[in-house]
């Protein structure tokens, strides 16, 4: 079967806009979030987020791209343009037929169908809308404006898991190019969801925190104290690339996917199985496919929202998986980026990537108290990340509808 590595990657989130940038602020634990910009929050029971921060449009699209594309599209292809620079990608003189496009998003262009439905709904009933609408929500519509830009032949097209999206993403990628049928995928997720419609409909869930007089420590992943997500937006850009490929171009490899398993909890519409089923048989098949044992694992990037029953159900599905390992590193990176919905798993598989290149863990920050019956099992780093010899590492996703995805990156060796 084919190798796959990893040689290029680009973040746009709430606390960097670039992977360097992102990386050191979430080893320093650094917090995103900040009280709502991007509309008036007076009547909302939460009015924090974690929003991007120093964004302008402007400075990466003209006037017409702004009017062409929801937010969403706009932050994956920043996040794309970062990734194929440090790729180093020369479409002009590669075979476009075996690159292609699998990028994922929860929510596509939502921000778009709220501003025109609520401008359709204040009208006087007569339809007024841009011909750009149907294009700019549409879910697929990055996957295909990112094509359309490099010229992209290969396979192109949007999974959508909710929350698992872009580790979804991910999995196709890695099984694509291990199947022979491309060469390079450029993979991740976007989310623009920061929004009256998003925000009002997690809060209806009680999905969010509600610590409004609190909110740069709100997401507390684990702690016994946690009382709901933070949500954040943005994006994070993978090159995932066959090995040879990448050697005969004298790529750069950054890190390599051996192993990804996706599940279901077939359980509750936006709950997770109390026991972890489908998290555990999600993990299980990622290590299987990686040909590695659970103790081979060095560090999870894990799911964990700061919701109350999400965070044990994790803990639960962990322990029955890795059993008790204070050996094995476990932090909850949303704590300093909010949760990115759809493209939350592209920025964590980029944390995960980074602390192998690295030899450093990152940090769960604001959790003081740990779910007692796991504060002994794993170990978790806070506040600020750790050193540690690392080899490989596990991330995540778990989405409403009870998918789950897992992704296994291993440090590059040749």
Avoid at 195 to 221: C, H, V, W
Wanted: with cysteine; aromatic share 10%; hydrophobic share 40%.
């Amino acid at each position: 079967m084919r190798r796959v590595v990893i040689t290029g990657m680009g973040a746009l989130t709430p606390i960097g806009n670039s992977v360097e940038e992102y990386w050191t602020n979430l080893k320093n634990g650094v917090s995103g979030a900040s009280p709502i910009t991007k509309f008036d929050t007076e009547k909302y029971k939460t009015t924090f987020a974690c929003e991007l921060k120093g964004y302008d449009a402007k400075a990466h699209f003209d006037v017409k791209e702004i009017r062409k594309y929801d937010p969403f599209t706009q932050y994956a292809l920043v996040s794309v343009d970062e990734a194929v620079k440090q790729a180093n990608l020369d479409f002009e003189n590669l075979n476009c037929n075996r690159i292609g496009v699998i990028w994922g998003s929860g929510n596509g262009g939502i921000q778009t169908f709220q501003d025109q439905m609520m401008e359709f709904c204040q009208g006087d009933g007569t339809p007024r809308f841009t011909p750009f609408f149907i294009p700019r929500i549409l879910v697929d519509i990055a996957s295909g404006v990112i094509s359309i830009k490099y010229g992209l032949r290969g396979v192109n097209y949007c999974p959508v898991s909710a929350c698992a999206t872009s580790n979804t993403a991910l999995i196709d990628a890695f099984n694509y190019i291990r199947w022979n049928k491309a060469d390079i995928i450029i993979s991740g997720g976007s989310e623009a969801a920061i929004n009256q419609a998003a925000i009002g409909g997690f809060s209806s869930a009680q999905a969010l925190s509600k610590r409004n007089d609190d909110y740069s420590t709100a997401s507390r992943p684990f702690d016994v104290h946690r009382d709901g997500f933070v949500m954040g937006e943005g994006a994070g850009a993978i090159i995932l690339e066959e090995y040879e490929h990448a050697v005969k171009r004298g790529a750069t490899i950054l890190g390599e996917v051996v192993g990804g398993g996706m599940a279901a909890d077939a359980y509750h519409l936006t709950g997770t199985h109390p026991e972890g089923e489908g998290a555990v048989l999600g993990m299980e098949l990622a290590l299987e496919e990686a040909e590695i044992t659970p103790a081979d694992i060095d560090y999870i990037n894990m799911h964990a929202t700061s919701t109350p029953q999400g965070d044990v159900s994790e803990l639960i599905a962990a322990k029955r998986v890795f059993g008790e390992r204070k050996s094995l590193s476990i932090s909850g990176t949303k704590s300093m980026t909010g949760h990115l919905l759809g493209a939350a798993g592209a920025i964590e598989a980029i944390a995960c990537i980074k602390a192998l290149q690295d030899d450093m863990v990152p940090p769960t920050i604001n959790t003081t108290e740990i779910e007692p019956a796991y504060k002994d099992l794993f170990h978790f780093p806070l506040a600020k990340a750790e050193p540690k010899k690392l080899t490989y590492a596990m991330s995540n996703t778990f989405g409403f509808g009870g998918h789950i995805a897992s992704v296994i990156f291993k440090k590059f060796e040749k």
